[in-house]
């Protein structure tokens, strides 16, 4: 039973568009636990206080739902067919060119749900993506999808790290794969190329060097010291992960239709950019991750233009 449900599962992932699924038995994360106060201590997480919260529940999942057997991790490949970048151009995350992610994984997910519940009645479940206190990579980890590098993203043997991350919680008892070998090595690739320093060792992001960061949740102005290396890029940065040997081989483009970026987006110039008024913004951006950050701090961001 727990290996028919379980291959059914993953079945239906595949058909909601995922690029794979792997499942973990719940545990309590206590290394995990010891590993996240420790980086709280150090004030890495910056303006993020919600990190601070929530920490049972953050470290087992039996603290959201009662009785938790299973974590079902779900990828989503964003990595794009064409990249938007050029001289003329500023840079934004790759994962930010369609439509948001949180929508398009907690809508699929919750299809799963529906068809667990259809297998089974009585299952109790839940979707999350970054909606909750979750460890998303941690459970991506656990379920065999990959293992976090030291760029502190979950990266996949067969495919890179350009995914997004969901989670289904559920007491439903299921088949569990193994974990991943971390396949690091020696490269450091990753930290050499940072152009803030953010990776400050190995496996540890200091969030508030960190150009994703600065630019997407930082809330008040940036200073010119903050952003002496943006290096145009103007929402997120992807650099740790194009330089990523993983990603240079094995990263393959997405064929999902809501992922891919407007006509509009693609043809925007710098000049664009800065000439980008509130109702063009709202119209282009709406529904994606652009439209989460506002148009206010999008202008913020936006290197300053010599007189």
């Known amino acids: 039973m727990q290996k028919d449900i379980t291959i059914q599962v993953k079945k239906k992932a595949s058909e909601f568009g995922f690029s794979n699924c792997g499942i973990a038995a719940v545990t309590s994360l ?3 636990k010891t590993y996240l106060n420790q980086w709280l201590e150090k004030g890495f997480h910056g303006e993020m206080q919600y990190m601070e ?5 953050r470290t087992n999942p039996e603290n959201i739902i009662e009785n938790a057997k299973s974590v079902i991790s779900v990828l989503l490949n964003y990595y794009p ?10 840079n934004i995350a790759k994962y930010a060119y369609g439509k948001d992610y949180h929508y398009i994984i907690k809508s699929r997910l919750n299809e799963l749900i529906e068809f667990i519940h259809s297998e089974i009645p009585a299952a109790n479940a839940i979707a999350y993506c970054d909606s909750a206190p979750v460890m998303d990579k941690v459970w991506a980890a656990r379920g065999g999808l990959g293992w976090i590098g030291k760029n502190t993203c979950l990266i996949s043997p ?3 790290s350009f995914f997004s991350i969901g989670e289904i919680i559920t007491d439903v008892e299921l088949a569990y794969d193994e974990p991943t070998e971390n396949l690091c090595g020696s490269c450091t690739k990753c930290m050499d190329a940072c152009p803030s320093s953010a990776i400050v060792a190995p496996y540890q992001l200091d969030a508030r060097k960190c150009l994703s960061y600065l630019t997407n949740s930082y809330k008040n102005e940036l200073t010119t010291e903050m952003m ?4 145009d890029w103007i929402y997120g940065c992807d650099i740790c992960q194009d330089v990523c040997p993983w ?4 990263a393959k483009p997405n064929h999902d239709t809501d992922l891919q970026p407007k006509e509009e ?3 925007m110039t710098k000049q664009d950019w800065h000439q980008l008024s509130k109702p063009d913004f709202n119209k282009l951006f709406k529904h ?6 506002g148009y206010q701090m999008l202008k913020r961001n936006l290197p300053k233009i010599e007189e």
């Open 228 to 231: 002496a290396n943006q290096q």
């Open 247 to 250: 990603n240079i081989r094995f």
């Open 30 to 32: 206590e290394n995990e």
């Open 53 to 57: 919260n929530n920490i049972e529940k």
């Open 265 to 267: 987006l693609k043809k």
């Open 288 to 293: 994606t991750a652009l439209e989460r950050t």
């Open 158 to 160: 067969k495919a890179g």
């Open 81 to 90: 067919e064409e990249k938007i970048a050029g001289k003329d151009k500023y």
